[in-house]
């Protein structure tokens, strides 16, 4: 029983001896903790032992750093700003190429062949108008070749091999002359091109003025895209173990 | 007051000022790291790691013990880089080759090459014990030991009671020194 109280006296003091040893007991319990201590070699012993340990953690000097922790200002907002003003730059070119391409379509800019036929002049003739003009031109001049043919046949001898043969018309009918003449070729020619949006780079022609914008600003497009996407993609991966931080080591 | 033009000069958004505070507590912070992670790179990152949370909390400090606020964001870090590492558990410490012993250095008076070795041996020796304690009570016993500070700080430190740290610094101790004595470095 005085042991087990002996233990009990001992456990306590002991977990008062780091206190003891930083000086943080107040006068009475110094003084219960010296008068136990007078009296217990185990618990001499034990202070001893947690002193010299303390002494040791006390002699150890503080690493120097590796380098120094300073913080310095990245450049974010820089990057920031340029990389808005190219992608600013890249919708607008992109708004540019969409507005001239609408007003293609919809004919909106003068001197400019529409893609639809609607958007033709109407002083221009479409092929089929052409043709017929020449035809009825034809017929004005060279009479109506129907009504000779009849005719003609009617003439024409029966052949050796009988009534109801074909026969090839007999010389002197007139037939339409569908050769085209010079100036209505150079008319039909340039109805075609309108027609077919020719302009184009089929054949090595001549790109039209604005055929020309759609094609400068296309390449603008991709390029300030290109790069956006590059610029873009790097400030993501080279500042992913900095995400998010505006402050980097100096 | 130094520290305090300092605090109040960051505060206002001025690095210049707070790079002045890095540079008054940087080995401080560093060497509780070091401790703490008994890693060189990995305190590296969590010193690094500390600084900048702080820069960016700075505001919300309102006064009181700095240097106990910046360890706390340090021995947090510290927490979470101990658990990370708890998950991904990279080897035993005893692997770790001689090149990545932490040099200890022990204060010593003027002493005999002989004595010098000793002193070096024993300071890793040290380190080494310290690596053994549970993660609480390393933290107290690095604080208390090695940076002087009170247990009210330390308390402040690692967010618990004052009979806590009490409890915690009391424990570590003696684990520390049973370490010793099975290593034979103590002496009695």
């Given at each position: 029983?005085?042991?087990?109280?002996?233990?009990?006296?001992?456990?306590?003091?002991?977990?008062?001896?780091?206190?003891?040893?930083?000086?943080?007991?107040?006068?009475?319990?110094?003084?219960?903790?010296?008068?136990?201590?007078?009296?217990?070699?185990?618990?001499?012993?034990?202070?001893e032992s947690?002193?010299s340990t303390?002494n040791l953690?006390?002699?150890?000097?503080?690493?120097?750093?590796?380098?120094?922790?300073?913080?310095?200002?990245?450049?974010?907002?820089?990057?920031?700003?340029?990389?808005?003003?190219?992608?600013?730059?890249?919708?607008?070119?992109?708004?540019?190429?969409?507005?001239?391409?609408?007003?293609?379509?919809?004919?909106?800019?003068?001197?400019?062949?529409?893609?639809?036929?609607?958007?033709?002049?109407?002083?221009?003739?479409?092929?089929?108008?052409?043709?017929?003009?020449?035809?009825?031109?034809?017929?004005?001049?060279?009479?109506?070749?129907?009504?000779?043919?009849?005719?003609?046949?009617?003439?024409?001898?029966?052949?050796?091999?009988?009534?109801?043969?074909?026969?090839?018309?007999?010389?002197?009918?007139?037939?339409?002359?569908?050769?085209?003449?010079?100036?209505?070729?150079?008319?039909?020619?340039?109805?075609?091109?309108?027609?077919?949006?020719?302009?184009?780079?089929?054949?090595?022609?001549?790109?039209?003025?604005?055929?020309?914008?759609?094609?400068?600003?296309?390449?603008?497009?991709?390029?300030?895209?290109?790069?956006?996407?590059?610029?873009?993609?790097?400030?993501?991966?080279?500042?992913?173990?900095?995400?998010?931080?505006?402050?980097?080591?100096? | 007051?130094?520290?305090?033009?300092?605090?109040?000069?960051?505060?206002?958004?001025?690095?210049?000022?707070?790079?002045?505070?890095?540079?008054?507590?940087?080995?401080?912070?560093?060497?509780?790291?070091?401790?703490?992670?008994?890693?060189?790179?990995?305190?590296?990152?969590?010193?690094?790691?500390?600084?900048?949370?702080?820069?960016?909390?700075?505001?919300?400090?309102?006064?009181?013990?700095?240097?106990?606020?910046?360890?706390?964001?340090?021995?947090?870090?510290?927490?979470?880089?101990?658990?990370?590492?708890?998950?991904?558990?990279?080897?035993?410490?005893?692997?770790?080759?001689?090149?990545?012993?932490?040099?200890?250095?022990?204060?010593?008076?003027?002493?005999?090459?002989?004595?010098?070795?000793l002193?070096?041996?024993l300071?890793?020796?040290?380190?080494?014990?310290?690596?053994?304690?549970?993660?609480?009570?390393?933290?107290?016993?690095?604080?208390?030991?090695?940076?002087?500070?009170?247990?009210?700080?330390?308390?402040?430190?690692?967010?618990?009671?004052?009979?806590?740290?009490?409890?915690?610094?009391?424990?570590?101790?003696?684990?520390?020194r049973?370490?010793l004595l099975?290593h034979g470095e103590l002496l009695p």
């Amino acid at each position: 029983m005085f042991g087990l109280s002996r233990k009990t006296e001992c456990d306590k003091i002991r977990g008062k001896l780091s206190e003891y040893i930083d000086k943080r007991l107040d006068a009475v319990q110094q003084e219960r903790v010296e008068a136990h201590l007078r009296g217990c070699q185990a618990c001499r012993t034990e202070l001893e032992s947690l002193q010299s340990t303390v002494n040791l953690l006390h002699r150890v000097t503080l690493v120097p750093v590796p380098h120094s922790f300073t913080l310095a200002e990245a450049e974010p907002a820089r990057r920031r700003i340029a990389l808005n003003v190219l992608r600013g730059a890249t919708a607008f070119a992109a708004l540019a190429l969409t507005i001239l391409l609408l007003g293609d379509l919809f004919s909106f800019f003068g001197g400019v062949a529409p893609l639809g036929r609607e958007a033709l002049p109407a002083s221009a003739p479409t092929l089929a108008e052409s043709r017929d003009q020449q035809l009825s031109a034809a017929d004005e001049t060279r009479g109506a070749p129907t009504e000779e043919i009849g005719g003609a046949l009617e003439k024409a001898p029966t052949s050796k091999y009988g009534e109801g043969a074909v026969q090839t018309p007999a010389a002197g009918v007139l037939q339409p002359d569908l050769t085209p003449v010079p100036e209505v070729a150079a008319e039909e020619k340039e109805a075609t091109e309108r027609e077919f949006g020719l302009g184009s780079w089929a054949g090595g022609r001549i790109v039209g003025p604005l055929r020309g914008i759609h094609v400068v600003l296309l390449g603008v497009v991709a390029v300030l895209g290109g790069i956006t996407a590059f610029i873009s993609r790097r400030q993501r991966s080279g500042a992913g173990d900095r995400e998010g931080r505006r402050i980097k080591n100096a | 007051m130094e520290e305090a033009r300092l605090i109040r000069g960051c505060q206002a958004g001025d690095l210049a000022h707070f790079n002045g505070l890095v540079e008054l507590y940087q080995q401080q912070v560093y060497n509780l790291a070091l401790r703490m992670l008994h890693d060189t790179e990995a305190a590296e990152d969590a010193t690094q790691e500390a600084f900048l949370l702080a820069y960016r909390a700075i505001k919300k400090f309102r006064g009181g013990n700095f240097k106990a606020w910046l360890l706390h964001i340090t021995a947090n870090v510290c927490r979470d880089h101990l658990r990370s590492a708890r998950r991904h558990p990279i080897g035993s410490l005893d692997d770790l080759g001689p090149d990545v012993q932490i040099q200890t250095r022990l204060t010593g008076l003027s002493e005999s090459p002989e004595d010098y070795a000793l002193r070096v041996e024993l300071g890793q020796v040290i380190n080494s014990g310290l690596a053994t304690l549970p993660p609480d009570q390393r933290l107290a016993v690095i604080l208390c030991d090695i940076h002087g500070l009170t247990y009210e700080e330390i308390a402040q430190v690692a967010a618990c009671s004052v009979g806590t740290v009490r409890s915690r610094i009391s424990r570590g101790r003696a684990r520390l020194r049973d370490y010793l004595l099975r290593h034979g470095e103590l002496l009695p």
